[in-house]
């Protein structure tokens, strides 16, 4: 019984770590994406989880994470941004930048 408590345990593990590796690199790489067609540099190729929950999304409870980003405009300012993950998708991107806060949304 042991034995089986044991693989259950390593077996939601294994999922968890796929799922944030997943979503790490998805939000990565829709930062990277937006950034560059707005014309700014997305830096240090890294973002920083800064919250992670289970809320619902289509009747499904799912994770929902906030992920913190540095990006630069043409003045070599450094700006920070924040990237929501909700259900396995990238829903949102926000910059914080001198103008104020530009929110772009992706994906209902």
């Known amino acids: 019984m042991a034995e089986l408590s044991a693989l259950v345990v390593l077996g939601l593990l294994g999922y968890y770590w ?6 790490l690199d998805l939000t990565r790489l829709a930062g990277k994406q937006i950034t560059q067609q707005k014309g700014w ?3 240090d190729d890294s973002v920083l989880q ?3 929950s ?12 906030v ?3 540095e990006f630069s ?8 941004g924040a990237i929501t993950h909700h259900g396995g998708k ?3 991107i926000k910059f914080f930048h001198e103008f104020g806060i530009e929110t772009i949304p992706l994906q209902n």
């Open 18 to 23: 796929y799922n944030q590796t997943t979503a």
């Open 90 to 92: 990238v829903v949102e």
């Open 67 to 69: 992920f913190e980003f």
């Open 73 to 80: 405009d043409a003045n070599a300012k450094r700006y920070k």
């Open 54 to 65: 289970i809320k619902p999304r289509y009747g499904k409870l799912s994770y929902y994470r």
């Open 41 to 43: 540099v997305f830096l």
């Open 50 to 52: 800064k919250k992670i």
